[in-house]
């Protein structure tokens, strides 16, 4: 009696496409032979749930199952049976279902066992200055690099590496697993389709040798904190001759003790005394750029108070624009005052009315008015 192929897969007869192939993954990994050695028990399962899967996953046929059971598919009927189209069925999850089952996979690189060397990074701190003004930086870089005694190829020199006998060069080999057929990365060879009779002595037949690389690495100007720069092929080499890969350079800006940036304006807080807060006047500082900036600060100026001068901030990378540097004045309190300052600043607070002082004036009046307002008196 042949089993309701729905009841086969653990779905119900309304499964979509996605459910189907989802508990034909699973039935699959439960009942696949390579799990269950020698089992015919579960090589009859795996046979069934492959036999269902071919037919539901495919419109037409599902239709005829649905409407004439397995009947639709006896004696001439559209479907197919027993092992028929196995392959159709497994091509589309074969992959990523038993990728792991088969060592890996296929190999990077192309053939011959030629693998892309890995990326590289290298972390490099650089000034505020630095970054402003864009620089060429020389830096040591250790790294795999391909054997110049083999050119990669790991064999001894004037020697050469042979097709592996057991996959013929192709770095798989077929096992058969029931009536189910497995590929799998050649045990010999390692998936390189070579072997190695007289390796080289410089690399020991890995074609690559450790080194440190100088290398020049140009950052331009306006470059920002994690700024990342690649300099293609010249990271890890290859394996057995396959290209390089490439190195990533990751920009780190240190902490200024003047500025601090957002973007591409610059901030600094500068320290006036409250005379010249008071009575106006200017000061100058040295931009990034080396040259003076003059800033000119108005009669009663704030603390806090921030002015903008354009196009004095930092270069827009790929750009000849400049950002703005803003400069905020903090009004510094006298300290460690001598006796005749003390008696002039007294004098001068004698002097003072709610003009002099309009900020503090205007809040205290307000404190008390509330506080009067509450108090209902």
Do not use: W
């Amino acid at each position: 009696m042949n089993k309701d192929l729905y009841e086969t897969l653990g779905v119900g007869s309304t499964a979509d496409e996605a459910m189907l192939k989802a508990a034909f993954r699973k039935k699959a990994m439960e009942f696949h032979p390579d799990r269950n050695p020698g089992n015919k028990e579960a090589e009859a399962n795996f046979k069934d749930i492959n036999h269902a899967y071919e037919i539901l996953k495919d419109p037409q046929k599902r239709a005829a199952y649905d409407r004439y059971g397995h009947a639709a598919f006896q004696n001439g009927g559209t479907g197919q049976s027993g092992n028929d189209g196995f392959g159709s069925s497994m091509s589309d999850i074969f992959e990523d279902l038993f990728g792991n089952m088969m060592g890996g996979g296929r190999q990077r690189g192309g053939g011959a066992g030629r693998e892309r060397g890995s990326d590289l990074r290298y972390n490099l701190e650089i000034t505020l200055e630095e970054a402003f003004h864009g620089k060429t930086s020389s830096i040591k870089v250790p790294t795999a690099i391909t054997c110049e005694a083999c050119t990669g190829s790991g064999a001894k020199p004037g020697s050469k590496p042979k097709v592996c006998a057991t996959c013929a060069g192709q770095g798989r080999v077929r096992a058969q697993q029931g009536f189910f057929a497995i590929e799998r990365t050649c045990h010999v060879c390692q998936g390189r389709g070579q072997t190695i009779d007289d390796p080289c002595a410089t690399c020991k037949g890995n074609g690559r040798v450790t080194r440190e690389r100088q290398l020049s690495v140009n950052i331009p100007t306006g470059v920002e904190d994690g700024t990342r720069i690649r300099l293609s092929g010249e990271g890890e080499g290859g394996l057995h001759g396959g290209p390089a890969g490439d190195l990533y350079i990751f920009l780190a800006v240190k902490p200024h003790p003047f500025f601090q940036r957002d973007g591409a304006d610059l901030y600094c807080r500068v320290p006036v005394s409250m005379v010249q807060a008071s009575l106006g006047g200017e000061f100058s500082l040295r931009g990034l750029d080396g040259a003076e900036v003059r800033v000119k600060i108005p009669e009663g100026t704030q603390s806090a108070r921030q002015f903008r001068l354009k196009a004095k901030g930092m270069p827009i990378l790929r750009s000849r624009n400049l950002g703005d540097l803003h400069v905020q004045v903090d009004v510094e309190t006298p300290q460690n005052l001598t006796r005749r300052q003390r008696e002039l600043l007294a004098e001068f607070e004698k002097e003072s009315s709610t003009k002099t002082h309009p900020e503090s004036a205007g809040f205290f009046t307000k404190m008390k008015d509330l506080f009067e307002k509450m108090s209902g008196t």
